[in-house]
C-alpha cells in the first residue's frame, strides 16, 4: 500500500502564492508519474497537471499554465505544486496521485492508482 500525504494548502488573497507538497514513503514513487488534481464544491475532479518520474517533463491544463509550476524530488520522495497568482477560481481541495501510466493519459484521473487524502486551498477574491 501506497500513502500519499499532501499539505501546504491553506486560505490566501487573491494574487499571492501557496506550495503544495506531497509526500509518500512507498518504493514505487520513483517510478511513477504524478499528477495533481483538484476539486471544488459541486464540481467534477479536473486534472491540474502532472509530472513524469525523472521531473523533465511535465503537463499543465489550460486554466494553470504560466501559474502552477509542478516539481519533483525523488531523493525526498516528494512532488511539489507551486502555485502562483491564484485567483479564487483556483479554491478547491487539492489531491496528489501516483500513476505507471504513458503521458498522453496523465490527464485522466482512472489511472492513477494512489491518491492523496487531500488539501484543502481558498483563494478569497
Known amino acids: 500500500q501506497v500513502q500519499l500525504v499532501e499539505s501546504g494548502g491553506g486560505l490566501v488573497q487573491a494574487g499571492g502564492s501557496l506550495r503544495l507538497s506531497c509526500t509518500t514513503a512507498g518504493r514505487t514513487f520513483r517510478s511513477s508519474a504524478m499528477g495533481w488534481f483538484r476539486q471544488a464544491p459541486g464540481k467534477e475532479r479536473e486534472f491540474v497537471g502532472a509530472v513524469n518520474w525523472a521531473g523533465s517533463s511535465t503537463v499543465y491544463t489550460d486554466a494553470v499554465k504560466g501559474r502552477f509550476t509542478i516539481s519533483r524530488d525523488n531523493d525526498k520522495n516528494t512532488v511539489y505544486l507551486q502555485m502562483n497568482r491564484l485567483k479564487p477560481e483556483d479554491t478547491a481541495v487539492y489531491s496528489c496521485?501516483?500513476?505507471?501510466?504513458?503521458?498522453?493519459?496523465?490527464?485522466?484521473?482512472?489511472?492513477?492508482?494512489?491518491w492523496g487524502q487531500g488539501t484543502q486551498v481558498t483563494v478569497s477574491p
Open positions: 496521485a501516483a500513476t505507471a501510466a504513458f503521458r498522453s493519459t496523465w490527464s485522466d484521473g482512472t489511472g492513477y492508482t494512489y
